[in-house]
């Protein structure tokens, strides 16, 4: 797993980042004495708890489309993506605590970036299709025709 | 990883099919004027934001399976069943968004579809493990004791 | 997939917990009358959606954990702390839908299983980052260092 080890380290920090929300949310219920089952209370509560259900959502979206951009496609780029996203989440996850309007700027450039590694997966996947069934190298069909070699 | 682009293809259509789940809350939420953090409102917004937490829950525990079933099974049936799935989400979140009813046919059909997965990664693990830690190959003793070999 | 068939093996025992937890939300759904899309209902009803809702949530978390740390680190030690982990989740379930202070003691229990999985997956993916790329064997130089070899 040498050629992955990237990818497992940008994983554990997401998982890192996951834990660092939930002891945020724990805190939350202390602080606004919202004792589990519930899960509705004051606004300020519900911002934090609804911004780590969110990024929980996301985790398992994020860590697939890591690992299949990384390894079909590029380990490097998609470990670059991966630090911009766990960045994005961490400023919407404070953007979110403080006003609901403070979690849009950081969502949009997560999604982008989510959007990203989908294209990044998708090349991926598709150049190795290509070449596993068709029997065609897409990247070399494209050289030839654009007259690069 | 060529003997997994199958399941990389899958993967990716199930991650756009989960970002077309998402866009559809967002609309369900202007149009119902149900602004985050409130996730109640009227029974048409709950249906639409439910069905997609509930493919959310779910899309882990399928990916889990179509790997875990593909890499120790076999990952034709496998990426197979796991377009099925796919079929079968697509179905449910549009029956769900017209009534609570809707849902129910294709929910139970993409149970059905999990357990099929969950059926083929156990067959898989099992063999592979009575292989590695019993030294024995179960197909083969099965084979042997039916007299076919 | 030889050498990752004890992680299989834990995973296919994770999706089952995850199922038998679904079937016991549906089943309080019945008890308690309380229909989709609805989630809110008696404290009984709650303290069982809820459970399942947290369990699910912290799938993906675990079964990342678990094949990182027995990838990078080791695949017998993550499959023993896999079980035990999936061993007190059933438990946490079990106490969360008595009471809600019935979670505690075993969430704690998850809660440290799961740090535990952390830590391996840290030191895994460091020894393998600094052998990779900074071409040092972490081991090696703590042995020298400690005059151990």
Chains 1, 2, 3 share one sequence.
Do not use: H
């Not at 939350?28 to 911002?47: I, L």
């Not at 609804?50 to 299949?68: D, G, H």
């Amino acid at each position: 797993m040498e050629e992955a080890v990237g990818l497992g380290a940008v994983t554990v920090l997401a998982v890192l980042e996951q834990a660092y929300f939930s002891l945020q949310v724990i805190y939350a219920r202390r602080k606004y004495s919202v004792s589990p089952p519930t899960t509705s209370g004051p606004p300020e509560f519900e911002r934090v708890f609804r911004a780590q259900a969110n990024c929980s959502e996301y985790f398992p979206i994020f860590v697939t489309l890591l690992w299949i951009s990384g390894v079909f496609f590029n380990q490097g780029l998609s470990s670059v993506c991966g630090l911009l996203y766990l960045y994005g989440r961490l400023r919407y996850f404070w953007g979110y605590s403080v006003s609901a309007k403070g979690r849009l700027a950081p969502l949009y450039f997560s999604s982008q970036i989510l959007w990203v590694l989908i294209g990044f997966s998708s090349i991926g996947v598709l150049l190795m299709f290509s070449q596993v069934y068709l029997n065609v190298d897409l990247l070399q069909e494209l050289g030839s025709a654009l007259g690069l070699s």
